[in-house]
C-alpha cells in the first residue's frame, strides 16, 4: 500500500505553489480532523472510498484518490487543448488529492457482511469535514473554494472544480463497474461461503488495492483461482 501513498505525497510535493504544497502534504502526512475529539475506527490507508459501491476494499480510498489524481491533470490538458480553457495545475492536483481524505472517518469494518459500512455514530460527511479541516490548517481561500466546488453541490465557479468534479465522477463510475464486473464472477466463491467483500480487502493487503480489479475481464475460472487463496482471510 505505501506504493500508492508514495505516489500521492510525489504529487503533493509537485505542487509549486508553497502554501497549496504545505497545507496539501500536511494533511495527506498527517490526516487528522484537529476541530473534533472524535476518532476513525477505520485507518486512512485501510480505508474504503465507498462501503458498497465502488473501491469498496481495504485501501480503495487510496486508490480511488491516485485514480482521481491522475485523470485531473489529464482532463485539464484535455480541456485546455480542445477548449482552450487554462486550469491552474496546483489546484488541480491538491483538490484531487484531497477531495475524499477525511472519507474514512465515515466507516467501521462490517463484521456480518464482510468489508466496511458506515458508522451509527457519525454525522460530518467528508466534503465538509475536508473544507473545516483547510480552514483551521490556514488554507489559501482559492484552494478552499475548488476543494468546495469539486462534490458539485454548487454551480462551478472554478474550471479547477469543474475538472476535478468530472474526474471524481470518472473513477467512482470506472470502479463501480470494475466491482460489479469482478464480484460477478466472485459469485462462485460466495456459494462456497466465502464472502467476495472479504477476499477483495485481503487481496488489496496482500498484494495492494492497485491489483484488485487486474483480472476483472479475465475469464470466471481464471478469477476464482486467483482469489480463492485469501477464502481463510
Ligand atoms: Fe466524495
Ligand atoms: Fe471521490
Redesign the pocket.
Known sequence: MGGILDKLIGYAESISDESIRKVTLGILTQPTLSFLDAKPIVGFLDSPAAPRKHHSFSGGLLLHTIGVVEASVRIREYVEMVYGLKADRDLVVAAALL??IF?FYQYRPDEIEGGYKPREDWYLS??YSIIGELARRGAPEKLIRVVAEV?GIQPFTTIEGLIVHLADSLDARLGDILQQTLQGKLRALDKEGCNPYKVMSEKARSDGPEKVFERAFSPVDVVVSEFKKYCGG
Open positions: 477531495h475524499d472519507k467528508h466534503d462534490h
